[in-house]
C-alpha cells in the first residue's frame, strides 16, 4: 500500500500554463506538506497544511495556490508556469497532533517546464 | 530563521568502510533531528532521527550523535554496502504552533560505495 502518493509523476508543460499536481495519504496523518526539490537537490519547504488549514507558507510567489479538501489530500496548483518553476515537487505527511515526528514523503513529480 | 549546513557534499568509500556526514544547525530551538535517504527518483525515506534529549542514537548499521552544545549533529553508517549509495540529508526541526513538523534540510551528501 502506497502511503503518500502524488500524481503525475511527471509533467512537461509550457510556460504560461496552469497546472495542478495531487497528493493523497492514507496513514490517518493530519498534517502534510508541499517541498520543492531544486536542481541541485535542495529541499526548501513551501507549505504546511494541518486539517486542512494552512499554517506555514514560506514566501511562495502567490502562482502557487495550494488546496486541502480534506485531510487525507493536498494539491497544489501552479498558475502561469514559469521556467524557474522546473523542479521536483514533494508531497509529505505527518503524525496527527504531534510535533517531532516522522515526515513521510511521496515518490515525487518531476515539472519540466519549457 | 533555521539554516542547516551539511559536509561533505560527495563522498566516496570503498565496500565495507564506515562513512560520516557531518551537519550543523543555527536554531537553538531545534529539538528533533531526521536524516534521510533519497535513492535515485525516489521520495526522501527516514532511516534515522534523535531527539535533544538523547546524545547517540544507533540502529544496526547506522548511529547518530548530537551536540546541543556545539549545535552539530552526525551520521555513521558502518561496513557500508553498495546499496548504501545514496543521497543522505540531515535536516533540524524547528518549533512552531499549529502542530506538525517545519524541517529545514541540509544541501544534501552524495554517498557512493564502491566495489
Known sequence: DTAVSQTPKYLVTQMGNDKSIKCEQN?????????????????KIMFSYNNKELIIN?????????????KAHLN????????????VYFCASSRPGQINTEAFFGQGTRLTVV | GENVEQHPSTLSVQEGDSAVIKCT????????????????????????????????????????????????FS???TETQPE???????????????GGNKLTF????QLKVEL
Not at chain 1, 28 to 36: A, F, L, P, Q, S
Not at chain 1, 58 to 70: A, G, I, L, Q
Not at chain 2, 48 to 71: C, M, P
Not at chain 2, 84 to 98: E, H, K, L, N, R
Open chain 1, 27 to 43: 496513514l490517518g496523518h493530519d498534517t502534510m506538506y508541499w517541498y520543492k526539490q531544486d536542481s541541485k537537490k535542495f529541499l
Open chain 1, 58 to 70: 514560506e514566501t511562495v510567489p502567490n502562482r502557487f495556490s495550494p488546496k486541502s479538501p480534506d
Open chain 1, 76 to 87: 497544489l496548483h501552479i498558475n502561469s508556469l514559469e521556467l524557474g518553476d522546473s523542479a
Open chain 2, 25 to 72: 544547525y543555527s536554531d537553538s530551538a531545534s529539538n528533533y533531528f531526521p536524516w534521510y535517504k533519497q535513492e535515485l527518483g525516489k521520495g526522501p525515506q527516514l532511516i534515522i532521527d534523535i531527539r535533544s534529549n538523547v546524545g547517540e542514537k544507533k540502529d544496526q548499521r547506522i548511529a547518530v550523535t548530537l551536540n546541543k552544545t556545539a549545535k552539530h
Open chain 2, 75 to 77: 551520521l555513521h553508517i
Open chain 2, 84 to 98: 548504501d549509495s545514496a543521497v543522505y540529508f540531515c535536516a533540524a526541526d524547528s518549533t512552531f504552533t499549529g
Open chain 2, 106 to 109: 541540509g544541501t544534501g551528501t
